[in-house]
Nanobody, 123 residues
Framework: VQLQASGGGLVQAGGSLRLSCAAS????????MGWFRQTPGREREFIAS????????IYSDSVKGRFTISRDNANNMLYLQMNSLEPEDTATYYC?????????????????WGQGTLVTVSS
């Protein structure tokens, strides 16, 4: 499966952004999906994961209550709604697909990655 993330940009603290991830190739419905983020010099950080039919999700403590992961299987799309953004949320955000049928919160749990989209939150 090929993944392409989009929707990043510059936003003021307290604002919102919605990231999208378009999937193509093998069946999107066969994958659990996740979002990660990374800043220079740091390891890639787990943000959220969602099951195939969207009935279960998990979040990192740093974004719980502010971010929402969702998916549209009919259109092969994954989303990350980000509200109440903080300067600490500034990072490049990556979508990822997992063949392992379990919610995973580490990079090792994902097999395919998008190219990343940059989110900058100004104070």
């Amino acid at each position: 499966v090929q993944l392409q993330a989009s929707g990043g940009g510059l936003v003021q603290a307290g604002g919102s952004l919605r990231l999208s991830c378009a999937a193509s190739g093998r069946s999107f419905r066969g994958y659990y999906m996740g979002w990660f983020r990374q800043t220079p010099g740091r390891e890639r950080e787990f943000i959220a994961s969602i099951t195939i039919n969207g009935d279960q999700t998990i979040y990192s403590d740093s974004v719980k209550g502010r971010f929402t992961i969702s998916r549209d299987n009919a259109n092969n799309m994954l989303y990350l709604q980000m509200n109440s953004l903080e300067p600490e949320d500034t990072a490049t955000y990556y979508c990822a697909a997992s063949r392992y049928l379990a919610l995973r919160d580490t990079t090792e749990g994902y097999n395919y990655w998008g190219q990343g989209t940059l989110v900058t939150v100004s104070s």
